[in-house]
C-alpha cells in the first residue's frame, strides 16, 4: 500500500456538501450535467484548481471567490478616457484612500499612481490590483458604475451547489495529485479544505453522479 492510499484512509469524510460555485456561464456546467459529460477531466487541471483535481469546484463563502471570475471586467474595453477619469477620481474619494485608518500613505501613492496609469493606458489589470488586498476597491460593481450611466452586464453568477456522497477532509493533508488519485481509487466523490492562512474554503466534485443540484438542476429533473 503506498503511502497515499494509507493517507487517504485516515482523513475524516462528510457525506454532504453545499456552497455556490461562482462562473462568467453556468451553461457550460449545466451542458455537462445534462450530458453526462464528465465533471473529471482527468490531467487537465488548471492552475487554478487548488485541491490538484479537476472537476466542479465550489465554497460556503463564494464572495472570497468573485475575484476569479474574468467577464466582470469587459466593461472596461467600452470606457472612454474621460469615463476612466471619473472612475479613478471617485475611487480616489472614497473614505478607504481620504481616512487615516486603512491605508499606509505607501498604498495610497501606489494607488494614485495605479489610477493615473489606468486613465491613460485603459488597462484593466490596474483595477485588478486595486480590487485586491489591501483596497479591495471592486470597481465592477453594476452599483458602483451606475453613477457614471456605465452597465456592466457580466457579473458573476453564484450557483448554488449540493452534493451527496463521499468527500474527504484535506485540511490536514499535503495535498498533491497522488492523493486525489487515492482518494478516487477508493471510492471518494471528491474533497474539501477548510478555511487556513493557505487557502479559501472549497470543495471539488469529481462524480457528476454525486451532484444531486446545481441551480435549477437536479438529476430527477433531467432523468431520461
Known amino acids: 500500500m503506498s503511502s497515499e492510499t494509507r493517507r487517504s484512509l485516515e482523513l475524516p469524510t462528510v457525506t454532504e456538501l453545499q456552497g455556490y ?6 451553461q457550460v456546467v449545466l451542458a455537462a450535467l445534462h450530458a453526462g459529460i464528465p465533471l473529471d477531466r482527468g490531467y ?7 485541491l490538484q483535481a479537476s472537476g466542479l469546484y465550489f465554497s460556503e463563502a463564494p464572495q472570497l471567490w468573485v475575484g476569479r471570475a474574468a467577464n466582470k471586467w469587459r466593461f472596461v474595453e467600452r470606457l472612454t478616457e474621460e469615463q476612466r477619469g471619473c472612475i479613478a477620481r471617485t475611487m480616489l474619494q472614497d473614505s478607504r484612500y481620504t481616512g487615516e485608518w486603512y491605508l499606509t500613505s505607501s498604498e495610497k501613492e501606489r494607488a494614485a499612481r495605479w489610477l493615473e496609469r489606468f486613465i491613460e493606458s485603459g488597462n484593466v489589470v490596474y483595477l485588478h490590483f486595486l ?22 452586464n457580466e457579473t458573476p453568477h453564484e450557483v448554488p451547489v449540493k452534493v451527496q456522497g463521499l468527500f474527504a477532509d484535506v485540511s490536514s493533508a499535503r495535498i498533491s495529485p497522488e492523493l486525489i488519485v487515492a482518494l478516487k481509487q477508493r471510492g471518494h466523490d471528491g474533497a474539501f479544505i477548510q478555511a487556513s492562512i493557505a487557502f479559501l474554503p472549497q470543495a471539488v466534485v469529481w462524480n457528476n453522479r454525486a451532484v444531486v443540484k446545481f441551480g435549477d438542476y437536479q438529476p430527477n429533473n ?3
Do not use: R
Open 44 to 50: 487537465d487541471v488548471s492552475p487554478t484548481d487548488d
Open 222 to 224: 433531467y432523468a431520461s
Open 131 to 152: 480590487a485586491e488586498q489591501p483596497y479591495n476597491f471592486q470597481s465592477w460593481k453594476p452599483s458602483f458604475l451606475a453613477q457614471f450611466g456605465i452597465v456592466n
Open 21 to 26: 460555485h461562482i462562473t462568467d456561464d453556468p
